[in-house]
């Protein structure tokens, strides 16, 4: 499979916890976003990497979420002391951005949190 | 905030072809309309996208209109693996993606 992967699928955490979260793009796309969907919402947008710069952080990024792509390549997204409003799906997409300026956004599976 | 609207349900009889409608009547001209859907659980699977003139691939059709200020996503034959919220999205052609509600199509048997 050359999609994009995210782990874990599923994480269950006490309040006051951190998290770690983990998206490998489709190879070769030099584009990476994170987004955030809470039940019955569409997906919101949290920040996004070219190579392993972070060019835009959402104002939902509060001090406690921190994200990284150190390589380029894989990204990283945690949580520090994780609060019941963190509880959502965290979604990871890739795209490969030419110097044409058009793109295309493909989506992993997600990772479900759910903050006790 | 979203730049479309669109309706929040509809159905749709297994077979039969599906018209998706979404008004986006703002849109500027090097805004294109981007069509995502999503299955329960699933992350969001692009489906087509388009600026002027119509498209089409192997999972649907885009059909704008030539104001730009509406389309609809046709399936040509749903299926009950159809089933899912889709999302009408415009778009500059690069950036973050703004989601909407989307349309929560069933397909029925």
């Known amino acids: 499979d050359t999609g994009v992967s995210q782990d874990p699928r599923h994480k269950i955490t006490k309040r006051g916890q951190n998290v770690t979260f983990r998206c490998d793009p489709i190879s070769e796309h030099n584009r990476l976003y994170w987004y955030r969907q809470t039940l019955g919402q569409g997906p919101e947008f949290l920040t996004y990497?070219?190579?392993?710069?972070?060019?835009?952080k959402s104002r939902l990024l509060s001090d406690r979420f921190s994200a990284e792509r150190p390589k380029g390549s894989f990204s990283t997204l945690e949580i520090q002391r994780t609060e019941q409003g963190d509880s959502a799906m965290y979604l990871c997409a890739s795209s490969f951005y030419p110097a044409s300026g058009k793109e295309t956004q493909y989506f992993g599976p997600g990772t479900r949190l759910l903050v006790l | 905030d979203a730049k479309t609207t669109q309706p929040p349900s509809m159905d749709c009889a297994e077979g039969r072809a599906a018209n998706l409608p979404c008004n986006h009547s703002t849109i500027s001209g090097n805004e294109y309309v981007y069509w995502y859907r999503q299955i329960h659980s699933q992350g969001p699977q692009y489906i087509i996208h388009?600026?002027?003139n119509n498209e089409t691939n192997e999972m649907a059709s885009l059909i704008i209109t030539e104001d730009r200020k509406s389309s609809t996503l046709i399936l040509p034959h749903a299926t009950l693996r159809d089933t899912a919220v889709y999302y009408c999205?415009?778009?500059?052609?690069?950036?973050?993606?703004?989601f909407g509600a989307g349309t929560q199509v069933v397909v029925t048997p």
């Open positions: 990497f070219q190579n392993e710069a972070q060019l835009e």
């Open positions: 388009g600026l002027k």
């Open positions: 999205i415009v778009f500059d052609s690069w950036g973050k993606l703004q």
